[in-house]
Protein backbone atom coordinates (compact mmCIF):
# COMPACT_ATOMS: atom_id res chain seq x y z
CA UNK A 1 0.00 0.00 0.00
CA UNK A 2 1.41 3.58 -0.89
CA UNK A 3 0.09 7.30 -0.20
CA UNK A 4 -1.06 8.76 -3.21
CA UNK A 5 -1.35 12.74 -4.02
CA UNK A 6 -3.16 15.29 -5.17
CA UNK A 7 -1.58 15.24 -8.95
CA UNK A 8 -3.68 11.49 -8.84
CA UNK A 9 -7.00 13.52 -8.27
CA UNK A 10 -8.51 12.64 -11.50
CA UNK A 11 -7.51 9.13 -11.83
CA UNK A 12 -8.98 8.69 -7.81
CA UNK A 13 -12.09 10.79 -8.97
CA UNK A 14 -13.04 8.13 -12.29
CA UNK A 15 -11.97 5.18 -10.05
CA UNK A 16 -14.25 6.29 -7.71
CA UNK A 17 -17.64 6.84 -10.14
CA UNK A 18 -16.76 3.40 -11.82
CA UNK A 19 -16.82 1.62 -8.96
CA UNK A 20 -20.10 3.34 -7.40
CA UNK A 21 -22.06 3.31 -10.16
CA UNK A 22 -24.24 0.67 -9.60
CA UNK A 23 -24.72 2.46 -6.10
CA UNK A 24 -28.64 3.47 -4.87
CA UNK A 25 -27.69 7.08 -4.48
CA UNK A 26 -25.88 6.86 -7.57
CA UNK A 27 -28.70 5.68 -9.86
CA UNK A 28 -31.15 8.02 -7.91
CA UNK A 29 -28.90 11.19 -9.35
CA UNK A 30 -28.13 10.02 -12.49
CA UNK A 31 -30.66 7.68 -13.81
CA UNK A 32 -29.17 8.14 -17.43
CA UNK A 33 -26.52 5.20 -17.55
CA UNK A 34 -25.07 6.48 -20.92
CA UNK A 35 -23.69 9.20 -18.84
CA UNK A 36 -23.35 8.26 -15.42
CA UNK A 37 -19.48 7.90 -15.28
CA UNK A 38 -18.74 11.42 -16.38
CA UNK A 39 -21.28 12.81 -14.00
CA UNK A 40 -20.05 10.82 -11.31
CA UNK A 41 -16.65 11.78 -11.68
CA UNK A 42 -17.80 15.32 -11.92
CA UNK A 43 -19.41 14.90 -8.92
CA UNK A 44 -16.59 13.34 -6.78
CA UNK A 45 -13.91 15.70 -8.03
CA UNK A 46 -14.10 17.94 -5.70
CA UNK A 47 -14.93 15.59 -2.92
CA UNK A 48 -11.47 13.70 -3.71
CA UNK A 49 -9.54 17.30 -3.53
CA UNK A 50 -10.81 17.66 -0.38
CA UNK A 51 -9.82 14.34 1.10
CA UNK A 52 -6.54 15.01 -0.40
CA UNK A 53 -6.07 18.23 1.18
CA UNK A 54 -7.54 17.70 4.77
CA UNK A 55 -6.85 14.01 4.78
CA UNK A 56 -5.25 10.88 3.50
CA UNK A 57 -4.91 8.70 0.21
CA UNK A 58 -3.66 5.39 -0.03
CA UNK A 59 -3.41 2.56 -3.10
CA UNK A 60 -2.88 -0.78 -3.51
CA UNK A 61 0.32 0.26 -5.81
CA UNK A 62 1.40 2.44 -8.83
CA UNK A 63 -1.47 0.86 -10.90
CA UNK A 64 -4.07 2.15 -8.28
CA UNK A 65 -5.65 -1.55 -8.47
CA UNK A 66 -7.52 -0.05 -5.64
CA UNK A 67 -7.90 2.92 -3.92
CA UNK A 68 -9.30 4.09 -0.37
CA UNK A 69 -9.86 7.49 1.15
CA UNK A 70 -10.02 8.62 4.69
CA UNK A 71 -10.53 12.03 6.87
CA UNK A 72 -8.67 11.90 9.47
CA UNK A 73 -8.47 13.56 13.46
CA UNK A 74 -6.91 16.67 12.47
CA UNK A 75 -9.42 17.15 9.98
CA UNK A 76 -12.13 19.88 9.78
CA UNK A 77 -15.88 18.80 9.49
CA UNK A 78 -16.49 18.56 5.84
CA UNK A 79 -18.58 21.41 4.60
CA UNK A 80 -20.52 22.69 1.62
CA UNK A 81 -17.92 25.89 1.80
CA UNK A 82 -14.86 23.52 2.08
CA UNK A 83 -16.26 21.52 -1.60
CA UNK A 84 -16.69 24.97 -3.04
CA UNK A 85 -12.87 25.52 -2.04
CA UNK A 86 -12.19 22.68 -3.80
CA UNK A 87 -14.28 22.89 -7.13
CA UNK A 88 -17.69 21.95 -5.93
CA UNK A 89 -18.97 25.61 -7.40
CA UNK A 90 -18.87 23.96 -10.80
CA UNK A 91 -21.50 21.37 -10.10
CA UNK A 92 -24.16 24.29 -10.32
CA UNK A 93 -23.33 24.48 -14.16
CA UNK A 94 -23.20 21.20 -14.83
CA UNK A 95 -26.15 19.37 -12.75
CA UNK A 96 -29.51 20.14 -12.41
CA UNK A 97 -30.58 22.18 -9.54
CA UNK A 98 -32.51 19.76 -8.14
CA UNK A 99 -29.79 17.07 -8.14
CA UNK A 100 -27.47 19.51 -6.40
CA UNK A 101 -30.28 20.35 -4.00
CA UNK A 102 -30.56 16.62 -3.17
CA UNK A 103 -27.14 16.04 -2.78
CA UNK A 104 -26.84 19.30 -0.71
CA UNK A 105 -29.96 17.21 1.52
CA UNK A 106 -27.72 14.33 1.57
CA UNK A 107 -25.14 16.34 3.34
CA UNK A 108 -26.67 17.54 5.58
CA UNK A 109 -28.71 14.48 6.55
CA UNK A 110 -25.58 12.33 6.53
CA UNK A 111 -23.35 15.00 8.65
CA UNK A 112 -26.54 14.97 11.48
CA UNK A 113 -26.44 11.63 11.41
CA UNK A 114 -22.39 11.48 11.86
CA UNK A 115 -21.86 13.77 14.98
CA UNK A 116 -24.95 12.19 16.39
CA UNK A 117 -23.14 8.71 16.02
CA UNK A 118 -19.55 10.26 16.55
CA UNK A 119 -19.17 13.20 18.33
CA UNK A 120 -15.54 11.89 19.70
CA UNK A 121 -12.04 12.18 17.80
CA UNK A 122 -12.28 9.23 15.09
CA UNK A 123 -11.50 8.65 11.77
CA UNK A 124 -13.74 8.40 8.90
CA UNK A 125 -13.45 5.91 6.25
CA UNK A 126 -14.66 8.38 3.14
CA UNK A 127 -14.54 5.98 0.38
CA UNK A 128 -12.86 2.66 -0.96
CA UNK A 129 -12.99 1.45 -4.33
CA UNK A 130 -11.53 -1.70 -6.35
CA UNK A 131 -11.33 -1.72 -9.90
CA UNK A 132 -13.44 -4.09 -11.72
CA UNK A 133 -10.75 -6.32 -13.01
CA UNK A 134 -8.87 -6.42 -9.66
CA UNK A 135 -12.38 -7.75 -7.39
CA UNK A 136 -12.47 -10.42 -5.19
CA UNK A 137 -8.52 -11.10 -5.44
CA UNK A 138 -7.66 -9.27 -1.71
CA UNK A 139 -7.27 -5.80 -3.23
CA UNK A 140 -10.19 -4.03 -0.61
CA UNK A 141 -8.42 -6.07 2.31
CA UNK A 142 -4.61 -4.73 1.61
CA UNK A 143 -6.28 -1.07 1.61
CA UNK A 144 -8.26 -1.24 4.40
CA UNK A 145 -6.84 -3.94 6.89
CA UNK A 146 -3.59 -2.07 7.71
CA UNK A 147 -5.42 1.14 8.30
CA UNK A 148 -7.43 -0.35 11.05
CA UNK A 149 -4.79 -2.11 12.59
CA UNK A 150 -3.38 0.91 13.40
CA UNK A 151 -5.75 2.49 14.93
CA UNK A 152 -6.92 -0.53 16.68
CA UNK A 153 -3.24 -0.16 18.39
CA UNK A 154 -3.97 3.66 18.43
CA UNK A 155 -7.44 3.24 20.30
CA UNK A 156 -8.93 5.83 17.39
CA UNK A 157 -12.76 4.79 16.35
CA UNK A 158 -13.71 5.05 12.70
CA UNK A 159 -16.46 5.62 11.02
CA UNK A 160 -18.64 5.19 7.40
CA UNK A 161 -21.75 5.18 6.19
CA UNK A 162 -22.64 3.32 2.88
CA UNK A 163 -25.80 2.80 1.00
CA UNK A 164 -25.56 -0.15 -0.74
CA UNK A 165 -26.61 -2.75 1.05
CA UNK A 166 -24.03 -5.35 -0.51
CA UNK A 167 -21.71 -3.53 1.18
CA UNK A 168 -22.44 -4.22 4.97
CA UNK A 169 -21.45 -7.23 5.61
CA UNK A 170 -18.26 -6.84 4.14
CA UNK A 171 -17.26 -3.85 6.31
CA UNK A 172 -19.06 -6.08 9.90
CA UNK A 173 -16.47 -8.42 8.61
CA UNK A 174 -13.62 -5.57 9.46
CA UNK A 175 -15.39 -4.93 12.50
CA UNK A 176 -17.59 -2.15 12.01
CA UNK A 177 -21.37 -2.14 13.83
CA UNK A 178 -24.45 -1.00 12.27
CA UNK A 179 -25.59 1.96 14.57
CA UNK A 180 -28.39 3.73 12.49
CA UNK A 181 -30.28 2.96 9.53
CA UNK A 182 -32.57 5.21 7.73
CA UNK A 183 -34.35 5.93 4.65
CA UNK A 184 -32.45 9.60 2.93
CA UNK A 185 -35.00 12.20 2.57
CA UNK A 186 -36.39 13.03 -1.06
CA UNK A 187 -35.03 9.49 -2.56
CA UNK A 188 -37.52 7.81 -3.04
CA UNK A 189 -36.36 5.64 0.02
CA UNK A 190 -32.62 4.97 -0.42
CA UNK A 191 -31.06 3.66 2.69
CA UNK A 192 -28.51 4.99 4.31
CA UNK A 193 -26.28 2.72 6.60
CA UNK A 194 -24.28 4.48 9.45
CA UNK A 195 -21.18 2.18 10.97
CA UNK A 196 -18.99 2.70 13.59
CA UNK A 197 -15.78 0.46 14.60
CA UNK A 198 -14.65 0.81 18.26
CA UNK A 199 -10.92 -0.64 19.08
CA UNK A 200 -11.27 -3.76 21.40
CA UNK A 201 -15.16 -4.49 20.90
Not at 6 to 24: F, G, Y
Not at 64 to 73: A, R
Not at 84 to 90: C, D, H, K, R, T
Request: one cysteine or more; aromatic letters at 12%.
Amino acid sequence: MIRIYIDKAESVSNILAEAMADDPLSTFWFPDKTDRIKKLTDMFRPEVKYCFRHGTVYATSALMEGITLWITLKSLPRTLGMLIQNGGLSLLFKFPIKTIQSMNAYEKFAAVIHSRIAPFPHWYLHNIAVQKPFRRKGFAGKLIKPILTELEKREIPCYLETQNPANVPIYEHYGFKVINISKIPGTGGVKNWAMLRVPGE
